[in-house]
């Protein structure tokens, strides 16, 4: 790991910043930086297994945060949670704006943690 977290700089409708890098399509972040810029889900408003689990089992997560999307419409649908518990991962769902708090408390205190960013509605 980077002696220096990467740190999501900003959050609006549409838009969020890692490390000086703007970005306008749903991400995945990690301490480390950005794992995938274009993110996509099987179905866009609703967070499903297929669509975390290759990322968690390649950097295997403590915790692995969601951000729901501005309005908080992305759901999470309750095999997810099943998956992770299973993994001793915790997971928050949160709208985007608290996500991206919480990550970069919790990228700041050096947990491993994953950030899945919705970033519309």
Same mark, same amino acid.
């Given at each position: ?5 990467a ?9 969020i ?9 749903d ?13 996509w889900?099987?179905?866009?408003h ?9 990322? /968690? *089992?390649e &950097?295997k997560?403590?915790?692995? +945060?969601?951000g729901?999307?501005y309005?908080?419409?992305?759901? @999470?649908? #309750?095999? /997810? *949670?099943? &998956?992770?518990?299973?993994?001793? +991962? ?9 996500? @991206?708090? #919480? ?19």
């Amino acid at each position: 790991m980077s002696a220096v977290p990467a740190r999501i700089e900003g959050y609006s409708f549409g838009k969020i910043k890692v490390s000086g890098r703007e970005y306008t399509r749903d991400i995945v972040v990690s301490p480390e930086g950005v794992l995938d810029e274009r993110w996509w889900r099987r179905e866009g408003h609703l967070l499903q297994v297929e669509d975390v689990a290759k990322y /968690v *089992e390649e &950097y295997k997560p403590a915790v692995v +945060i969601t951000g729901t999307g501005y309005f908080g419409a992305m759901r @999470v649908d #309750e095999r /997810v *949670e099943s &998956y992770l518990a299973g993994k001793g +991962i915790a997971l928050l769902a949160l709208k985007t704006s608290e996500a @991206v708090r #919480e990550f970069n408390l919790r990228a700041g205190r050096g947990e491993r943690v994953l950030g899945f960013f919705h970033l519309t509605c």
